[in-house]
C-alpha cells in the first residue's frame, strides 16, 4: 500500500520569509500524481500544486514549487515571499496512475503558522 | 471552474437516528467519488469509493452497514449514517473529479460536520 509521510507536525515562517515543507512518499507504482493541498481554518481543501512522476521538472505556482526528488521519493514544498493568508493545513497527497477511479492518500499533515 | 456541492454543512443528530449527506457534482459527471473523514487536527481518510450504478468499495475497518453510499447518477451521491452514535461525530468531505478527463483533478466539497449527541 501507499503511504505518505509529513515528518513536520508544525512549521512556522516570517511574513515574507522562505519554509518549505517535507513530504516523502512510497509507491512501487512508476504512474502517478503528487500535490499538495491547503486546508485553512474553512476546512476547504485547495490544491496548491500537483506533479505528475514522469515529469522531470519540479511543477511551479507562483510563490509555491516543489522539489520532486522521484529517485528518493521526495516531493517538498517551499513557499517563498509566505504571507499570513498562508497559514493553514498542507498535507502532502498521492495519486496512483491514470484511471479516474483512483483516491488520494494524503500524509498527516503541516500546520503552518506565518509570524506577522 | 468544476465544483462540488456538499450538503448540509452542519448536522445535529441524536443517537440512534440516521443522517443523509448529499455530495453532487455541479459542472461534471462524476462516475466515481470519493468519501474521507476527517477527525479534529488529523488528515483526511478515505472511507470509501462511490460508483455510479454499483456497490460502493470501502476501505478496511469502514462498516458498510453504518456507513450506506448510493450513486444513483452521474452527478449524485449520498452517504447515509445509520443509527449514529457520539463516536461517529466527525467531519465528512466528499470529492469528485470529471470522469471525461482521468488527468483532472480531485474536487472537494466544503464537508460536513456532523454531531452526534
Known amino acids: 500500500a501507499q503511504t505518505v509521510t509529513q515528518s513536520q507536525p508544525e512549521m512556522s515562517v516570517q511574513e515574507a520569509e522562505t519554509v518549505t515543507l517535507s513530504c516523502t512518499y512510497d509507491t512501487s507504482e512508476s504512474d502517478y500524481y503528487l500535490f499538495w493541498y491547503k486546508q485553512p481554518p474553512s476546512r476547504q481543501m485547495i490544491l496548491v500544486i500537483r506533479q505528475e512522476a514522469y515529469k522531470q521538472q519540479n511543477a511551479t505556482e507562483n510563490r509555491f514549487s516543489v522539489n520532486f526528488q522521484k529517485a528518493a521519493k521526495s516531493f517538498s514544498l517551499k513557499i517563498s515571499d509566505s504571507q499570513l493568508g498562508d497559514a493553514a493545513m498542507y498535507f502532502c497527497a498521492y495519486r496512483r496512475g491514470h484511471a479516474g477511479n483512483t483516491p488520494l492518500v494524503f500524509g498527516k499533515g503541516t500546520r503552518l503558522s506565518v509570524i506577522a | 471552474g468544476a465544483v462540488v456541492s456538499q450538503h448540509p454543512s452542519r448536522v445535529i443528530c441524536k443517537s440512534g437516528t440516521s443522517v443523509k449527506i448529499e455530495c453532487r457534482s455541479l459542472?461534471?459527471?462524476?462516475?466515481?467519488m470519493f468519501w474521507y473523514r476527517q477527525f479534529p487536527k488529523q488528515s483526511l481518510m478515505l472511507m470509501a469509493t462511490s460508483n455510479e450504478g454499483s456497490k460502493a468499495t470501502y476501505e478496511q475497518g469502514v462498516e458498510k452497514d453504518k456507513f450506506l453510499i448510493n450513486h444513483a447518477s452521474l452527478t449524485l451521491s449520498t452517504l447515509t449514517v445509520t443509527s449514529a452514535h457520539p463516536e461517529d461525530s466527525s467531519f465528512y468531505i466528499c470529492?469528485?473529479?470529471?470522469?471525461?478527463?482521468?488527468?483532472?483533478?480531485?474536487?472537494f466539497g466544503n464537508g460536513t460536520r456532523l454531531t452526534v449527541t
Open positions: 470529492s469528485a473529479r470529471d470522469s471525461r478527463d482521468s488527468n483532472s483533478p480531485l474536487h
Open positions: 459542472d461534471f459527471q462524476a462516475t466515481t
